[in-house]
Protein backbone atom coordinates (compact mmCIF):
# COMPACT_ATOMS: atom_id res chain seq x y z
CA UNK A 1 0.00 0.00 0.00
CA UNK A 2 1.55 3.62 -1.25
CA UNK A 3 2.61 5.61 1.77
CA UNK A 4 1.85 9.41 2.17
CA UNK A 5 3.09 12.35 3.93
CA UNK A 6 0.52 15.65 5.04
CA UNK A 7 1.97 18.59 6.22
CA UNK A 8 -0.59 21.32 7.02
CA UNK A 9 -0.10 24.68 8.86
CA UNK A 10 -3.50 26.33 10.51
CA UNK A 11 -4.39 29.06 13.11
CA UNK A 12 -6.18 28.53 16.46
CA UNK A 13 -9.88 30.30 15.73
CA UNK A 14 -10.57 30.27 19.94
CA UNK A 15 -9.35 33.10 22.45
CA UNK A 16 -7.90 31.25 26.00
CA UNK A 17 -6.15 31.44 28.57
CA UNK A 18 -2.74 29.79 28.25
CA UNK A 19 -3.63 26.97 30.63
CA UNK A 20 -6.60 26.85 28.77
CA UNK A 21 -5.41 26.32 25.74
CA UNK A 22 -2.60 23.63 27.13
CA UNK A 23 -5.62 21.09 27.92
CA UNK A 24 -7.84 21.78 24.49
CA UNK A 25 -4.01 20.83 22.77
CA UNK A 26 -3.46 17.74 25.26
CA UNK A 27 -7.09 16.61 24.31
CA UNK A 28 -6.43 17.28 20.74
CA UNK A 29 -3.65 15.22 20.64
CA UNK A 30 -4.93 12.36 22.54
CA UNK A 31 -8.15 12.21 20.30
CA UNK A 32 -5.98 12.55 17.11
CA UNK A 33 -3.77 9.21 18.44
CA UNK A 34 -6.70 7.09 18.99
CA UNK A 35 -8.34 8.12 15.62
CA UNK A 36 -5.14 7.60 13.62
CA UNK A 37 -4.39 4.68 15.03
CA UNK A 38 -7.70 3.00 14.33
CA UNK A 39 -6.91 4.05 10.34
CA UNK A 40 -3.19 3.44 10.42
CA UNK A 41 -2.02 6.97 10.26
CA UNK A 42 1.45 8.88 12.37
CA UNK A 43 2.37 11.64 12.91
CA UNK A 44 3.23 15.17 15.11
CA UNK A 45 2.15 18.42 16.14
CA UNK A 46 3.54 21.54 16.99
CA UNK A 47 1.98 24.61 18.57
CA UNK A 48 3.38 27.56 19.20
CA UNK A 49 1.37 31.08 19.93
CA UNK A 50 -1.80 30.07 18.62
CA UNK A 51 -0.20 28.21 15.41
CA UNK A 52 -0.65 24.57 14.24
CA UNK A 53 2.00 22.81 11.78
CA UNK A 54 1.13 18.95 12.16
CA UNK A 55 2.42 15.79 10.05
CA UNK A 56 0.53 12.79 9.06
CA UNK A 57 1.87 9.89 7.33
CA UNK A 58 -0.31 7.18 6.21
CA UNK A 59 -2.53 5.95 3.36
CA UNK A 60 -4.26 8.27 0.96
CA UNK A 61 -7.68 7.77 1.81
CA UNK A 62 -7.19 7.61 5.47
CA UNK A 63 -5.36 10.73 5.09
CA UNK A 64 -7.46 12.64 2.93
CA UNK A 65 -10.13 11.73 5.44
CA UNK A 66 -8.48 13.15 8.01
CA UNK A 67 -7.46 16.33 6.91
CA UNK A 68 -11.29 17.08 5.89
CA UNK A 69 -12.10 17.04 9.55
CA UNK A 70 -9.04 19.08 10.60
CA UNK A 71 -10.73 21.44 7.36
CA UNK A 72 -13.80 21.44 8.73
CA UNK A 73 -12.84 21.81 12.67
CA UNK A 74 -14.11 25.12 13.91
CA UNK A 75 -11.00 25.28 16.29
CA UNK A 76 -8.61 25.70 13.23
CA UNK A 77 -8.72 28.89 10.83
CA UNK A 78 -6.87 29.51 8.05
CA UNK A 79 -5.84 26.04 7.31
CA UNK A 80 -2.65 25.75 4.59
CA UNK A 81 -1.72 22.29 2.84
CA UNK A 82 1.71 22.86 2.42
CA UNK A 83 3.01 19.44 1.38
CA UNK A 84 1.01 16.17 0.11
CA UNK A 85 3.54 13.91 -1.05
CA UNK A 86 4.26 10.25 -1.56
CA UNK A 87 6.60 8.61 0.94
CA UNK A 88 9.24 6.03 1.00
CA UNK A 89 8.87 5.45 4.57
CA UNK A 90 7.52 6.87 8.00
CA UNK A 91 9.20 9.42 9.67
CA UNK A 92 6.76 9.56 12.84
CA UNK A 93 6.22 5.16 12.95
CA UNK A 94 6.65 5.16 16.40
CA UNK A 95 3.61 7.58 17.21
CA UNK A 96 0.37 7.60 16.09
CA UNK A 97 0.47 11.36 17.37
CA UNK A 98 2.53 13.12 19.24
CA UNK A 99 3.15 16.43 20.67
CA UNK A 100 6.23 18.44 20.68
CA UNK A 101 6.24 21.05 23.04
CA UNK A 102 7.67 24.15 21.29
CA UNK A 103 10.09 25.48 23.67
CA UNK A 104 13.41 26.64 22.71
CA UNK A 105 12.36 26.26 19.05
CA UNK A 106 9.80 28.74 18.33
CA UNK A 107 12.21 31.35 15.64
CA UNK A 108 12.94 28.16 14.19
CA UNK A 109 9.96 26.92 13.19
CA UNK A 110 8.32 30.29 12.59
CA UNK A 111 11.35 31.08 10.28
CA UNK A 112 10.46 27.87 8.42
CA UNK A 113 7.11 29.14 7.97
CA UNK A 114 7.25 31.96 6.05
CA UNK A 115 5.42 31.40 2.83
CA UNK A 116 5.86 32.43 -0.72
CA UNK A 117 3.70 34.93 -2.72
CA UNK A 118 1.17 31.90 -3.19
CA UNK A 119 1.05 30.70 0.18
CA UNK A 120 3.40 27.77 -0.78
CA UNK A 121 6.69 26.44 1.20
CA UNK A 122 9.27 25.51 -1.12
CA UNK A 123 10.08 22.17 -1.13
CA UNK A 124 13.28 22.04 0.55
CA UNK A 125 11.84 24.31 3.75
CA UNK A 126 8.66 21.35 3.74
CA UNK A 127 11.52 18.69 4.48
CA UNK A 128 13.37 20.92 7.02
CA UNK A 129 10.33 21.76 8.81
CA UNK A 130 9.46 17.67 8.56
CA UNK A 131 13.44 17.03 10.06
CA UNK A 132 13.18 19.55 12.50
CA UNK A 133 10.00 18.05 14.37
CA UNK A 134 11.58 14.64 14.49
CA UNK A 135 15.24 15.96 15.51
CA UNK A 136 13.33 17.65 18.36
CA UNK A 137 11.44 14.18 19.53
CA UNK A 138 14.68 12.66 19.22
CA UNK A 139 16.60 15.02 21.16
CA UNK A 140 13.70 14.57 23.67
CA UNK A 141 14.13 10.98 24.11
CA UNK A 142 10.19 10.88 23.46
CA UNK A 143 9.52 7.11 23.92
CA UNK A 144 6.81 5.80 21.48
CA UNK A 145 3.61 5.17 21.81
CA UNK A 146 2.70 2.14 22.97
CA UNK A 147 -0.52 0.65 20.74
CA UNK A 148 -4.01 1.07 22.53
CA UNK A 149 -2.34 3.58 24.33
CA UNK A 150 -2.96 7.06 22.96
CA UNK A 151 -0.74 9.76 22.77
CA UNK A 152 2.94 10.97 24.02
CA UNK A 153 3.64 14.00 25.13
CA UNK A 154 6.90 15.70 23.48
CA UNK A 155 7.60 17.90 26.87
CA UNK A 156 11.71 19.42 26.59
CA UNK A 157 13.96 18.37 28.79
CA UNK A 158 15.99 20.55 30.57
CA UNK A 159 18.71 20.05 28.06
CA UNK A 160 16.30 22.86 26.39
CA UNK A 161 16.25 25.60 29.53
CA UNK A 162 12.61 24.26 30.19
CA UNK A 163 11.08 25.24 33.61
CA UNK A 164 7.89 22.77 32.82
Excluded at 70 to 79: E, G, K, Q, S, T
Excluded at 96 to 101: E, L, N, T
Excluded at 105 to 121: F, V, Y
Excluded at 124 to 145: D, E, K, W
Aim: charged share 25%.
Amino acid sequence: MPLYRLLYRSEASLQVSEQDWGRMIDQIVATSAQLNENVGLSGALVTSKGLFVQVLEGPLGPLEATFERICRDLRHRRVILMELAAAEERIFQDWSMVRIRDVGSTADISSLLELDKSNRLYASTTSALVSLMRNLLVARRIPPTARGTGANFATPSKAFGSSD
